[in-house]
């Protein structure tokens, strides 16, 4: 079992910086796969970023590419996003997610966290 919890609620200006965190409980969380979705309203939830266990291995969505950075510490269980150049477009709710195999996909991953609020202004 891996329970996580985001934090980094932000308004930010568009062309700003916001890094999310994802702390996870379990001692399981260092052989998963960590991934970050989000969801804008109306919208479905859509795949940004993963990382392996190790951290060696990066993957991410076309539209967040250079700017988006994924990382880990798993001393700490504890997973990052930090955005730069932010858009209005990238408004929505920030998830993180973790899972063994992991993937791009939603049903990709077992374990949620509940979503935190990310508003980018113009």
């Known amino acids: 079992q891996v329970q996580l919890v985001e934090s980094g609620v932000g308004l930010v200006q568009a062309g700003g910086s916001l890094r999310l965190s994802c702390a996870a409980s379990g001692r399981t969380f260092r052989s998963n796969v960590m991934g970050w979705f989000r969801q804008a309203r109306g919208k479905e939830r859509e795949f940004v970023a993963a990382i392996n266990w190790t951290g060696g291995r990066t993957y991410y969505a076309d539209s967040v590419k250079a700017r988006f950075t994924i990382s880990r510490d798993n001393t700490k269980n504890t997973g990052y996003l930090q955005m730069n150049s932010l858009k209005p477009e990238d408004t929505g709710v920030y998830y993180c997610?973790?899972?063994?195999?992991?993937?791009?996909?939603?049903?990709?991953?077992?374990?949620w966290g509940q979503g935190t609020q990310v508003t980018v202004s113009s």
């Open positions: 997610a973790a899972d063994l195999a992991g993937g791009t996909e939603n049903s990709d991953y077992d374990y």
